[in-house]
């Protein structure tokens, strides 16, 4: 007779438990995958803290083989980080221009007074143009503390043709004022939306405090969530 009032009791108990149980799991899963996400939001942002001159994305052999050049005290350097725009020049044109050297690759190509022994990446190479407007009427060299004297960054400034609309008939590689660029058969249009965050000392320490900023707006974002989730995981437990 007391198993007989009893059971019913023990079943909800052990009904109402699993329902609980069942309603855990999936707070407890979104919890466990933000937790996550902070660690590595975090990584991130210690990474970004410690890095004191940003760098476009590079594949693993480009990366190593910059590591052998420094290894061997070679002098090359990326092309974005010997030159600076001129002060007078407007932000949006700033943005178009970083825009296609970055689409075209000469962004982050090396500049080397020799001749280097590429391998899994590329070196920009001077053919000054004359009596035409090149890349030198938009930005200036700026390699005072690099291994690479301003004289040849000007050189390779002026190897690259700038148009302000319309064609050209020029063999020299071109870029537009508006993002458009040509090498040889090859034309392109870079992104609109862009950016400038390389060229310019001052254009990569804005790039680099504005990705913390971001990297710690997301982590604010996510720990919200997380402290809503252990409330809720708190109600199921009460």
């Given at each position: 007779r007391f198993?007989?009032?009893?059971?019913?009791?023990?079943?909800?108990?052990?009904?109402?438990?699993?329902?609980?149980?069942?309603?855990?799991?999936?707070?407890?899963?979104r919890m466990a995958w933000i937790g996550n996400a902070i660690a590595e939001q975090e990584k991130q942002m210690r990474a970004w803290k410690d890095e004191k001159d940003p760098v476009p994305e590079r594949s693993k052999a480009s990366k190593n083989y910059r590591e052998q050049l420094a290894s061997a005290g070679l002098a090359a350097e990326p092309f974005y980080s010997c030159i600076d725009f001129r002060s007078d020049l407007a932000e949006e044109k700033r943005n178009a221009i970083e825009s296609a050297l970055m689409e075209t690759g000469f962004l982050d190509a090396l500049l080397s007074e020799g001749l280097l022994e590429l391998e899994g990446d590329r070196q920009l190479l001077p053919n000054p143009q004359f009596f035409t407007q090149t890349l030198?009427?938009?930005?200036?060299?700026?390699?005072?503390?690099?291994?690479?004297?301003?004289?040849?960054?000007?050189?390779?400034?002026?190897?690259?043709e700038v148009i302000d609309g319309g064609e050209s008939d020029s063999s020299a590689p071109i870029i537009s004022e508006d993002g458009s660029y040509r090498l040889f058969s090859l034309r392109g249009k870079a992104?609109?939306?862009?950016?400038?965050?390389?060229?310019?000392?001052?254009?990569?320490?804005?790039?680099?405090?504005?990705?913390?900023?971001?990297?710690?707006?997301?982590?604010?974002?996510l720990q919200a969530e997380l402290q809503s989730a252990a409330e809720e995981e708190n109600g199921l437990l009460a």
């Open positions: 198993s007989q009032v009893t059971e019913p009791s023990y079943a909800a108990a052990n009904n109402e438990k699993q329902r609980i149980n069942n309603e855990l799991l999936p707070v407890r899963s030198a009427d938009y930005l200036v060299p700026d390699s005072s503390e690099r291994s690479v004297d301003a004289g040849y960054v000007q050189d390779i400034l002026q190897s690259i992104d609109n939306d862009y950016q400038a965050s390389y060229i310019g000392k001052a254009s990569r320490e804005r790039f680099r405090i504005e990705k913390i900023r971001s990297l710690e707006a997301e982590i604010a974002r």
